[in-house]
């Protein structure tokens, strides 16, 4: 469900409209934004000085997100929140919290809202939530998409202009706001920069270059207070945009020209703890008293013991991870999955007019840890290593072929590149291929995989010289057998292999 109240992202002019997207009620046991986005909406159609916003500014609005979340209405599971009386639940009706699914999309809700989302191509997004954890003062927080991801001009821009003066406004409207509050411990030993990955809405926003928004209110305020505060978020950041439309439009365009030719992508990122801003924080001061029920130490934050004093903001990450971009990927039409996903996000593609083989490179995937329990419907991937092989592979007519030169290609590279942490592999779209197939009886294969060794020296010298470094090996004629097996010309060729083809010719 969407309501935009400018149907046109130009003016008559023919000048483009700066386009802001709001979603809500994602975790729908979170409605302020849903109150503040429709009394904001209410208020620019009856107030002649607000619906000025409109000559400059195309507004979309999803009201609420998570329907299926909606219908549990209920007034219990929200366990650690101040109101309101009645609210809906986190997941959706599959049970799956969607703030976690854009990439993978198990969800209707995630497919439209990437048909939307494209659609519109918003230059804002914004995603309204209710936070839990500790104690502070402040009745909003705000998590910006991780900024050292985005192209320098856009990166300058949030940091530098856009940001600061957020914070400066909303505080001057009378709410107090900082950035969102995550810590290892209590706020005043540090709060940690929040790293978006793609499977969050504004992640995967900011894989368009879209200046992206978390707003999470304060759970222990009133809830009157978490809208209002919501609402003159969105309030001041629409004045912003209508401002600032040209100096947003600029960092886009600038971002987009230099996404071109930029050949190196980071992937993966972990917290650079050597480098941190000092920020001003208005909290509670963290004591420890005796729980009347466990008899152990119990954390509480004293409201009678405010301070206000500068923190460590830890908003720094290093790159673990750099790809090479390809100059297009070849994707097997049998993978529906990956190009039903990729469609619904707008990527373009050719198909080949005919049967071709086509010099790529290949990943082997050598070795990957999977997750013991399940996560959001999948067992997810992670720590994958790989190889990467040459190869001349058959395709075939109808296989698409992705031009990375075009603007998803953050896109392309985070879904495709199969190490990178919400990767369409660390979703389990290519687990089938991390299967054998086909396999030998060893009391046939012994007189052949003979034949095999007397044929080829390389591999007998290298068998032998297995055979005397591991002594397991060594006592274990299965292994020796599965190993002359992997190693001649009867080996599948498909198993651990990575379907998906790199060019760079």
Same mark, same amino acid.
């Given at each position: ?87 809906? !639940? ?114 995967? $926003? ?24 919501? /609402? ?33 992508? $980071? ?5 650079? !703890? ?6 001003? !924080? ?22 009678? $013991?405010? *301070? ?54 290949? *990943? ?112 274990? $004629? ?10 001649? /010309? ?16």
């Amino acid at each position: 469900m969407a309501s935009n109240l400018k149907s046109t992202k130009t003016k008559k002019d023919g000048s483009e409209k700066l386009v802001v997207f709001i979603n809500n009620g994602i975790h729908a046991g979170e409605p302020c934004g849903v109150d503040a986005s429709m009394m904001l909406a209410r208020d620019i159609l009856i107030d002649g000085e607000k619906r000025k916003l409109l000559e400059e500014i195309t507004l979309v609005i999803i009201p609420i997100y998570n329907v299926g979340g909606a219908l549990r209405r209920n007034s219990n599971t929200r366990a650690n929140q101040n109101g309101p009386q009645e609210y809906g !639940f986190r997941g959706n009706a599959q049970n799956l919290d969607l703030n976690r699914d854009f990439i993978k999309a198990d969800s209707k809700n995630a497919r439209t809202f990437a048909k939307l989302f494209t659609d519109w191509m918003p230059d804002i997004f914004v995603d309204t939530h209710t936070s839990n954890g500790a104690d502070y003062q402040y009745t909003l927080t705000l998590l910006p998409t991780f900024h050292e991801k985005l192209p320098k001009p856009l990166d300058d821009f949030l940091s530098l202009k856009m940001l600061p003066e957020l914070y400066k406004r909303v505080n001057e409207a009378g709410w107090l706001i900082c950035p969102y509050v995550m810590s290892y411990t209590t706020p005043d030993k540090g709060i940690l920069g929040f790293y978006d990955s793609p499977r969050y809405s504004s992640g995967y $926003a900011s894989l368009f270059n879209c200046l992206s928004f978390t707003t999470e209110s304060h759970m222990f305020k009133p809830f009157k207070d978490r809208v209002y505060s919501t /609402y003159t978020f969105l309030d001041e950041l629409l004045k912003f945009g209508f401002e600032k439309k040209d100096a947003i439009k600029k960092a886009r365009a600038e971002s987009a020209k230099l996404l071109e030719t930029q050949n190196e992508f $980071a992937l993966n990122w972990e917290l650079d !703890f050597s480098r941190f801003d000092s920020i001003p !924080f208005k909290g509670y001061e963290a004591k420890y008293k005796t729980s009347e029920i466990t008899g152990k130490q119990r954390l509480y934050y004293d409201r009678e $013991a405010p *301070y206000e004093k500068n923190i460590a903001y830890f908003n720094y990450y290093t790159p673990t991870k750099i790809v090479t971009k390809p100059k297009a990927y070849i994707i097997p039409q049998a993978l529906r999955r990956v190009v039903n996903r990729m469609k619904d996000s707008k990527v373009k593609f050719t198909q080949l007019e005919k049967d071709t083989i086509i010099d790529v490179e290949q *990943y082997k995937i050598i070795d990957f840890e999977t997750a013991n329990k399940p996560y959001e419907g999948h067992l997810p991937h992670s720590k994958i290593e790989l190889e990467t092989f040459k190869n001349k592979k058959q395709f075939y007519a109808g296989d698409y072929l992705v031009i990375t030169n075009q603007p998803q290609v953050r896109y392309i590279i985070e879904t495709l590149e199969p190490q990178a942490k919400d990767a369409f592999f660390a979703w389990n779209f290519f687990d089938s291929f991390m299967q054998r197939k086909e396999y030998f009886s060893g009391y046939i294969f012994e007189d052949l995989a003979l034949e095999i060794l007397q044929e080829n020296e390389v591999l007998r010298l290298q068998f032998e010289q297995k055979k005397l470094e591991d002594t397991a090996f060594a006592n274990s $004629a299965q292994n020796q057998l599965f190993y002359i097996y992997e190693n001649s /010309y009867l080996a599948e060729g498909t198993n651990n292999v990575y379907p998906i083809g790199r060019i760079f010719n």
